[in-house]
């Protein structure tokens, strides 16, 4: 039994002799990289503004970020975005979440895209590789010829 009190000792003591207190690490914000401005890729017709949002491009956190313009025909405001992902399989993935986000969500098959309502607005997200596109603000008989146009400009 005398043999195990110094073992004993010996950890108390160096249990005992961290060099550092238990302090909180300090939280390190990671800032996602700043996008490319993808203008060029959206149509220029009736176009008023675009801006580029470093993350969460339509406020959903499922988002990276992207460009978004900004367009008025008429008294029609509407807006298009585009967003680019490392691959078709992280578009095919944000896609699928679009699904879930958008109210009364339908499969549009000639996009292999979504048409829904976010937050009472008509939403229409379609991808091409490794885009994510879409057409805010215009019901689908309207925001189909605009898709297929912003389409084309996905290369």
């Known amino acids: ?29 990671v800032i996602p990289e700043k996008p490319a401005d993808q203008t060029r890729r959206l149509p ?25 313009a900004y367009y008025k025909k008429g008294n029609v405001e509407y807006e298009m975005f585009v967003t680019l992902f490392p691959t078709a399989t992280d578009a095919a993935i944000a896609l699928a979440n679009w699904d879930g986000a958008l109210q009364g969500a339908k499969l ?37 010829p605009a898709a297929r146009v912003l389409a084309a400009r996905l290369n």
């Open 1 to 29: 039994m005398t043999r195990g009190l110094p073992i004993a000792a010996a950890l108390t003591f160096l249990g005992g002799c961290s060099s550092l207190p238990n302090q909180p690490v300090p939280k390190t914000e």
């Open 108 to 144: 549009v098959p000639t996009f292999g895209g979504y048409f829904g309502s976010d937050h009472g607005r008509p939403v229409f997200v379609l991808p091409k590789d490794r885009w994510l596109a879409g057409v805010v603000g215009l019901v689908q008989a309207q925001a189909d």
């Open 44 to 68: 220029s017709a009736d176009q008023v503004s675009t801006e580029v949002v470093n993350d969460h491009i339509m406020n959903k956190p499922f988002m990276p970020g992207g460009t978004v």
